[in-house]
């Protein structure tokens, strides 16, 4: 079995790469404030480096981000799409809808606080809230809609987190297909939030999943059998099941890059 040791020399790649791209991240006050302990928890300046060049490769419209935690993805994700927003004419003319999923009620709290403050650093001025009985519409800019969910549905029914997914997803837009995801949602629902992807991407579009290195245990057991932990096992096998689909389906074609937490991007043929 490998030791932990042998990640040393990758650990140090990785850190060269993060504290070049740190400097310019907009958005460090996010990420430093997260509660817990949990700043961990965050994608690497890097990864959203790469979350951030891709969507403006690929110019997305409908968007869903699975697991805000704090908003530190979800800023990337919106400042990336408004690089690529209709202020720009000759590059996308539709306006961007973009739900993201958090679960827990005091980090959804958190990521409204902050998605707040950003949008009044961005506009000096507060959202433009419309609200129905369930969720809220955030206009952080007049090209982008942002919803926020506190997911409660998908707690209770985790194990058919694709159904509820599919719910909330056909209220927005309806039987239109969506152009991407990004799932860093809970690590033993990613099959579930594959099913969803199965069904509602359209083809060309884009998956983005964090963690599908599992932070180095995938490609430090060769079988689930070897894990003593439990809690880990479950989440090796649920991600292992997740990376063997995307690799070997004949609709995606992925690739995991190797990040320290492991970054996936597959795209819908
Ligand atoms: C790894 S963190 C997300 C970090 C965030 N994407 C970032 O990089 O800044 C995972 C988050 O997913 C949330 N979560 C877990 N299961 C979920 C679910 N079924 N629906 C929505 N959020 C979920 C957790 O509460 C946690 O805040």
Same mark, same amino acid.
């Given at each position: ?27 460090? +006050? ?21 979350? +951030? ?30 690089c690529v927003s209709p202020s720009d004419n000759s590059i996308k003319t539709d306006k961007s809808i973009f739900i993201t999923f958090e679960k827990n009620k005091k980090y959804y ?9 950003? +949008? ?65 949602? +809970? ?10 992807a199965n069904k509602n991407l359209r083809k060309g579009g884009l998956i983005i999943s964090d963690n599908t290195l599992l932070f180095n245990s995938m490609n430090n057991y060769s ?47």
């Amino acid at each position: 079995m490998t030791k932990l040791n042998d990640f040393i020399p990758e650990r140090k790649k990785q850190n060269y790469i993060d504290n070049l791209y740190s400097l310019f991240d907009q958005y460090q +006050s996010i990420r430093k404030s997260s509660p817990d302990h949990l700043e961990h928890i965050q994608i690497s300046y890097s990864e959203s480096r790469i979350i +951030s060049v891709l969507i403006q490769l690929h110019k997305p419209n409908k968007i869903i981000e699975i697991g805000s935690f704090i908003g530190y993805s979800t800023a990337h994700i919106i400042q990336a799409l408004e690089c690529v927003s209709p202020s720009d004419n000759s590059i996308k003319t539709d306006k961007s809808i973009f739900i993201t999923f958090e679960k827990n009620k005091k980090y959804y709290s958190i990521l409204r606080k902050n998605m707040l403050d950003l +949008s009044l650093k961005k506009n000096n001025q507060n959202f433009n809230e419309k609200s129905d009985k369930n969720q809220k519409t955030n206009i952080i800019n007049e090209n982008i809609d942002i919803i926020n969910f506190s997911h409660l549905d998908l707690i209770t029914v985790n194990d058919n987190a694709d159904i509820c997914l599919d719910n909330i997803k056909n209220r927005f837009f309806e039987k239109e297909k969506i152009d991407m995801i990004f799932i860093d949602g +809970s690590k033993n629902s990613y099959p579930e939030y594959l099913k969803f992807a199965n069904k509602n991407l359209r083809k060309g579009g884009l998956i983005i999943s964090d963690n599908t290195l599992l932070f180095n245990s995938m490609n430090n057991y060769s079988n689930s059998d070897e894990i003593l932990d439990k809690k880990l096992k479950k989440m090796w096998i649920n991600i292992n099941s997740f990376n063997q689909e995307l690799a070997h389906s004949e609709l995606y074609y992925s690739i995991i890059i190797p990040t320290f937490h492991g970054m996936s991007i597959a795209i819908k043929v």
